[in-house]
């Protein structure tokens, strides 16, 4: 299937044909869920911890509902993205590779939603409720609707991409480009750039930027564990190819 190499316009063609699917696929999911996204809107609004959002201008609550649907849309139509992406990509891979890329589609789809959930339910509620205590006597704590998705997003996002650096390492580990013992070499500067990182992402507060600068580096030992493994499991087969009978002289 994969063995006869394919001409330029072959592959445009292919590109091509799996851009229309992945469009049309977040595009009908678009359109049918427009209204389904209106009760998600209210419940982030609920979530809120906040006592007034409020809408500037008429067509403030029009775009932020799109939002809230494009995103939705992107969530659900993900498989379906993945699954073009690999199928297109899959033809240039060895068959070592195209097993590799096999196992960690979904396991990297499942880190990522599970990257995002810890921001929305553990980070965004704690930097919220740090960032209204400085609300002083005779300030009223009004969010624009824009500005509190956008809240929303720039901080769940981030955690969803933290949350796939222990999958990529394993599998860098795997292919030999990165080893347990860079983990181990640079663990001191691991400490050190996981809570700088804290200090900028993070609210002004120490308890804050205690918390994301922990679970930051807990990310970085947790990657260190799975490059491990893996380069444990590479090694082994390496050793079970090479000692394979009629490997050696008879």
Known sequence: MYDREMS?????????????????TVGILFLGGFYPSRP????????????HIIVIG??????????????????VAS???LYEVAAFV???????????????VGPGLALFMGGMAAGFFVFVPL????????????????WTLTNYLNFITYLTIPFGFLAELPLISGILAHL?????????????????????????????????????GSAI???YEASYVVARIFHRRAREMETAVSGTPGSGSQ
């Open 8 to 24: 330029l316009t072959e592959h445009l063609t292919e590109l091509r044909r799996r851009l229309i699917v992945v469009v049309v």
């Open 40 to 51: 998600v809107l209210h419940w982030l609004v609920v979530r809120a911890h906040v006592k």
């Open 58 to 75: 008429v067509p403030e609550a029009f775009f932020a509902l799109i939002k809230v649907d494009l995103m939705l849309s992107l969530v």
């Open 79 to 81: 498989p379906v993205i």
């Open 90 to 104: 899959l033809p240039g891979l060895t068959d070592v590779e195209r097993r590799v890329v096999g196992l960690v």
């Open 127 to 142: 930097v919220l409720h740090v960032m209204l205590t400085f609300v002083g006597p005779g300030v009223g704590e009004y």
């Open 176 to 212: 030999g480009l990165i080893s347990p013992a860079m983990f181990r070499r640079y663990r001191r500067y691991a400490i050190v750039i996981s809570f700088l990182i804290a200090a900028i992402i993070a609210p002004p507060d120490a308890l804050s930027m205690l918390v994301i």
């Open 217 to 219: 580096y807990l990310v």
